[in-house]
Each structure stands twice: as C-alpha cells, then as structure tokens.
C-alpha cells in the first residue's frame, strides 16, 4: 500500500502524509518507509525529507511490464560467451546490497586447472566482483557511497580496495570505459571482467561477468579479445530486455 499510494505522487510525500493515508501513527509508518528506503523500493529526498518510489520498484516494474525472464534471456548469451572464451560465464543482480549469482554457465574446458568458488545463488561482496563495480558505477554515487559505507571493504585478497576513494575513482573510469576488471581482488589467481545489463528504461539492473584464471585472462587476452567479447554479451542480453542503445559505435579501451 505504501508502494501504490508514492506511485500516485509526482513530487513526493512527506511521513505525515504517508501516515495519514495509511491510517498509521508516524513511527509505524517511518519504520515501514525506512524498511523500503533500506531495500532500494522507497528513495528520501535529502532536502525536502519527502519519499518516492526508489530504483529497485523501476528495474522490477521494467521487467515485469516486459514480461521478460531474465534468466531465460540471459542462457544464450552466457553459453555463447563460455563457449567462445573457454571460460565461466555469470549472470548477477544487486539483492541486498550484495551481489547474488543467478545464473552461471562454463564450456568443458573453464575449470581446467581451477576450481572457482562461484554457484548459483551464492553472494559477493559488491567492491571486489567485476559485476559489483559495473552497477556501482552505473548508480546514483550518493547510492554507491552508501552501500559502501554499510556493508564496508572487506579485504579478499592482496589485491582488493580497501579504500572507499580509491575505489571511487576507478568507478568513475568503470562508467567511462563500460566495463570492470576484478583483479584477482575477490579470490586469489582468479580475473573477471563485467559488463552492464539495462533494462527498457536504460538502468542497470544486472550484470554479466567472465572468470577465469589469472593465467588465462591475460592482460594481452583480456585487451585483445576478451573484453569485446564481455561487452557483446551485456549489449546483447540488454538488447534482449528492451533496451536500445543510442551509442553503439563507442569505442571501449583497455588501457
């Protein structure tokens, strides 16, 4: 009821406004407010203190108005990245303020020599995945400083960020070159690449990465090949979701 009666409003709705609707005394309609501001379906503007319907309601409303799988859209496009590469193709969304593995497809050859720790519905942390720094770096950055700020910078390996500056920084390089690089910053000997997924409404809603090892994934195969091949497969499954993109002739470098 909070969600339908903030999509009635175009400008925002103050608490008072939102408890008299509901019926509701103030703290029990702020607690239900926060909880939504908390899971990304509410948003509070930071000057007016009014509330309106955050980004996570606009990515499940762009999907369900599709009427699209995002699974079922993602399974070519995954297979044909593993099978073209020889690697681990993943499929994941932002869920909580941590990254959540849908779906993972590999060709016979991607744990040769590695077994990586990825499955299906597992959770990373968002600073150290290739997939987590692609849709920080496509968010609102008082959004992306705020995740930061609660769930923290954990150290993974020798290599992960640990500054919220630092890290700052290189999304903002990130958004410029369209895609992430997690260098074996999440598990030792393993590199990822991600790319951004948009929705019909052009927001990033999910992201597509490949992993393999760090032996394999080059700085020579990951400037050459690989990161063409990781972009094509996020234009493609956005493509997929509705979205249509209005650069496609962009060049991306690996610097």
Known sequence: MVLEYLG?????????QIAQHLKLNKSTAHHLVSTLVAEGFAQKDPASHSYSLGPKFYDLAFMVSAGKDLIGEAEP??????ERTGEVAHLMVLDNEQMLYLHRVESPYATRGLQMASFVGMRNHVHSSSGGKVLLANMEPERARRILEQKGLPRMTANTITDPER????????????????????????????????????RAVAAVSLSGPAVRLTDEAIRHRLIDLVLHAGRELSLRLGYRDRNTTQAYRYQ
């Open 167 to 202: 890290l700052m920084e290189q999304l903002l390089e990130v958004k410029r070159q369209g895609f992430a690089l997690d260098d074996e910053e999440n598990e030792a000997g393993v590199r990822c690449i991600g790319a951004p997924v948009f929705n019909a409404g052009g």
């Open 77 to 82: 496009v995954l297979r044909s990245l593993a």
């Open 8 to 16: 009635h409003s175009s400008g925002g709705l103050s608490l008072s």
